[in-house]
C-alpha cells in the first residue's frame, strides 16, 4: 500500500505563501494536487511528471509551482500571491501504472 506524508496547510492571508508537501512511500509516474473548496467540485491543482513536465489550472498559473524531489518521491506546491478563492482542501496524488493513490487532505485557508 502507498502511504503519503503531507504537510504544509495552514491559514494565511490574501496576497501570503504556503508550501505544501507530499512525500510518497514510493515512486510515482505522475504525483499532484487536487483541490475542492466549498460548494465546488474537485479540481487538478497542478502535476508534474518523474520526468519534470508540469501542468496548471489555469486558475492558479503565475501564482503557483510544482516541483519534485525524485530522490525522496516527494512532490512540493509552492503557492505564491494567494487568494481566498484558493481556500480549499488539498488533495496529494500520485499516479503509478493504471493505479492512482490518494494522500491526506490538508487545509489551506486564505483569510484575512
Known amino acids: 500500500q502507498v502511504q503519503f506524508v503531507v504537510s504544509g496547510g495552514g491559514l494565511v492571508q490574501p496576497g501570503g505563501s504556503l508550501r505544501l508537501s507530499c512525500a510518497a512511500s514510493?515512486?510515482?509516474?505522475?504525483m499532484g494536487w487536487y483541490r475542492q473548496a466549498p460548494g465546488k467540485q474537485r479540481e487538478l491543482v497542478a502535476a508534474i511528471t518523474s520526468d519534470g513536465s508540469t501542468n496548471y489550472a489555469d486558475s492558479v498559473k503565475g501564482r503557483f509551482a510544482i516541483s519534485r524531489d525524485n530522490a525522496r518521491n516527494t512532490v512540493y506546491l509552492h503557492m505564491n500571491s494567494l487568494k481566498p478563492e484558493d481556500t480549499a482542501v488539498y488533495y496529494c496524488?500520485?499516479?503509478?501504472?493504471?493505479?492512482?493513490?490518494w494522500g491526506q487532505g490538508t487545509q489551506v485557508t486564505v483569510s484575512s
Open positions: 514510493k515512486s510515482m509516474y505522475t
Open positions: 496524488h500520485g499516479d503509478l501504472g493504471s493505479d492512482r493513490y
